[in-house]
């Protein structure tokens, strides 16, 4: 007969006593809501039980021998007790797969879309666990987990190895396998704490198993269950606080949790969430914009549970639905749409919000929470202007983050090369050429500059690009082939961006003079409407490279509505006059006025005329009767590799 002391009466005590503060402490801090929660609830209730039990099965143990009615209670006691106890391990598995994102439940739901065999695979843990507990309520008819002697003393039998510490320890080794798998994605507190939990309840489980003397099982899996409370039950670092939504490291860490495991996901991205000026006003030491994110965050309460929604960053919020079909996120989307088309009643003041909705379903559309961040901060464009983009429409934006990829490994893996466009005299003989970057991705394919170039400038790269084209330019002058062939200068486009930079003068120069070429034979250009944005920068840094040898040439000319005077004044030595105006001309009469007139003002202004887009060999004879001084368009040719531009020279 095992003898209990007040030691042993003392340690259950004490672990009813920690689960019950653990109790209170939970749900008096509101961490009652997510299924997590719920389950460590479940964890504390039935290891409360289980004290309980153990108390009465120690209280009443001295006088089980010789009492008909302690040694009752005796029995239920370790009836309650192995019925709740062996819920924990797998409860606690359950437990593990919350906080790893993978949400294993121990139901019989079948999720929307599951085929028959992934449905009978989710519910075998439920099978495990209804087949454990029918064997142990049977216990009292079978006695195959344990009996009693005609002396009263309890014994293990075969089941209580088998269904109980057997079916435990390959509970826990399932719970370790998918910590292991996804440990990378784990915080250093839900490591620590997962650690002490797996340590303090296999060392009780093992205790339990070859010392029944020793009863402090339940005290070590309550101490394990603090440091749950501790490090991951209580998430101030997970949170908000002022808006009670989770912030943007949380975000992260799930959705990565969620995509690596596999698991299909849809989140909704309220991006862009505009104030008026009034939003800007102080009122009692805050600003009516920290009230109205506020107002926002509690509405979005009201739409879906609060521990699916995120503040990801100023003025945007992200809701996470799982298992909603496309036409349920789609509801949710239209809901949260018409409330900001209505006035937001904030401290006695109207205010009107606007905002755009995306919605995003992984892995199908992003696959990682860094292509899900890009879908909330990156530019959309102005042709997009639904209130709620989602399924195909979000393909603009998927093309968008491709190419920005691209864009930035470009130079790195040689995707950017520079081709050449040639322009002629008017009487057919070499002038020289534009050079044109083109981009040929490995994944993409080819890029064009309409696409990469507006994305190289966001990115704050067009400087490196522009460097790169001038250096390849460089370098093909000094080959000789250029003058060789009578070229008197190659074309380089310059980015205002970059050339409105100060000291951009003296770099450039910089860069020409180490390849040792000819400032000479390079012409920098840049847009008309480009150039109309502030002349008189512009004018001294076009001044300061001319000084220097370059020759300069307004582009696209007849696209703008820059004031002529200051155009004109800007030094250029050619005036590229826009195709439109040359294809524009054969159309009309008031086209060819405005083309004669174009030529004329230039050659007044002492510049020269060079006409994009020739095509056809009437516009050279209508550019030639008006006095046009160069030629450039697919007449001659197309923009070349530098190779296929050599041979079309040579030849």
């Known amino acids: 007969m095992i003898t209990y002391t007040s030691t042993d009466f003392g340690l259950i005590l004490a672990a009813l006593l920690i689960c019950i503060t653990n109790l209170v402490y939970t749900i008096m801090d509101g961490h009652t809501g997510k ?91 439920s099978i495990v666990v209804a087949v454990t507990e029918v064997f142990i309520a ?51 507190g839900r490591k620590r704490s997962i650690a002490i939990c797996f340590l303090l309840a296999g060392t009780g489980i093992t205790v339990q198993l070859f010392a029944q003397n020793y009863r402090i099982e339940v005290l070590l899996e309550a101490l394990s269950f603090t440091g749950a409370l501790l490090f991951i039950e209580n998430e101030d670092d997970r949170k908000n606080v002022e808006m009670n939504v989770y912030n943007s490291a949380a975000f992260s860490l799930d959705l990565t949790a969620t995509l690596r495991n596999r698991i299909h996901v849809k989140t909704i ?9 009034s939003a800007n006003t102080i009122v009692s030491g805050r600003l009516h914009r920290e009230d ?20 990801i960053g100023h003025g945007r919020f992200a809701l996470t639905l799982y298992n909603y079909s496309d036409s349920d996120a789609e509801a949710i989307a239209q809901t949260i749409t018409a409330r900001f088309q209505q006035p937001w009643n904030i401290n006695g003041s109207d205010f009107r919000l606007t905002s755009r ?33 989602s399924g195909s429409s979000l393909d603009c934006l998927i093309r968008r983050a491709a190419v920005e990829k691209a864009v930035t490994r470009g130079l790195a893996e040689g995707s950017f090369e520079v081709y050449y466009q040639p322009t002629y005299n008017i009487n057919r003989t070499l002038h020289g050429a534009e050079a044109l970057l083109r981009m040929h991705d490995k994944e993409l394919g080819m890029i064009y500059p309409d696409e990469f170039i507006p994305i190289a400038e966001q990115l704050g790269m067009i400087d490196e690009l522009d460097e790169f084209v001038l250096r390849e330019v460089c370098k093909f002058i000094l080959t000789g082939i250029p003058q060789k062939n009578g070229m008197d200068c190659i074309n380089v486009n ?5 050339c409105m930079k100060e000291g951009f003068a003296e770099y450039v120069s910089g860069i020409v003079e180490s390849a040792g070429v000819r400032k000479k034979m390079i012409n920098f250009e840049i847009t008309e409407s480009v150039a109309a944005r502030d002349y008189n920068q512009l004018a001294n840094v076009i001044e300061q490279l001319k000084n220097e040898g370059f020759q300069f040439s307004i582009d696209d000319y007849g696209t703008g509505y820059s004031n002529m005077t200051s155009l004109f ?42 006409m994009e887009g020739v095509e056809t060999e009437a516009q050279i004879e209508i550019l030639r009767e008006l006095g046009c001084n160069y030629l450039q368009g697919f007449f001659f040719s197309k923009p070349l590799p530098k190779d296929e531009f050599i041979k079309l020279i040579e030849k």
């Open 35 to 125: 299924p997590q929660n719920r389950v460590y609830i479940t964890l504390l209730l039935l290891l409360s039980v289980n004290s309980l039990s153990e108390l009465f099965d120690i209280g009443y143990s001295a006088e089980s021998g010789t009492s008909d009615t302690a040694f009752m209670i005796q029995r239920v006691a370790n009836y309650v007790y192995f019925l709740c106890h062996s819920l924990l391990a797998p409860m606690l598995c359950c437990y593990v797969s919350f906080l790893i994102g993978r949400s294993v439940g121990l139901g019989f739901h079948r999720k929307p879309g599951s085929t028959t065999g992934e449905f009978l695979w989710s519910i075998l843990p």
């Open 138 to 188: 049977l216990n009292p008819l079978t006695e195959w987990c344990w009996y009693y002697d005609d002396n009263r003393d309890f014994h293990r039998a075969w089941g209580e190895y088998i269904f109980i510490y057997a079916l435990s320890g390959i509970w826990m080794i399932a719970a370790f396998i998918l910590v292991m798998m996804s440990w990378n994605i784990l915080s250093k």
């Open 269 to 277: 991205i309220l991006r862009g969430i505009h104030f008026d000026r």
């Open 292 to 311: 109205i994110s506020l107002a926002v965050s509690d509405y979005l309460g009201t739409v879906i549970q609060r521990y699916y929604i995120y503040s």
């Open 357 to 389: 909705i995306l919605i995003i379903s992984s892995p199908e559309r992003a696959k990682t929470v860094e292509e899900i961040v890009y879908f909330a901060e990156c530019p959309i464009p102005e042709k997009m202007q639904e209130p709620i983009i």
């Open 494 to 498: 310059l980015s205002v961006l970059e």
């Open 569 to 610: 004044s800007l030094g250029a030595d050619i005036i590229k006059i826009d195709k439109s105006v040359l294809w524009n001309a054969e159309k009309s009469e008031l086209g060819m006025t405005l083309l004669r007139t174009s030529i004329e003002m230039v050659h007044e202004m002492r510049k020269k005329a060079l």
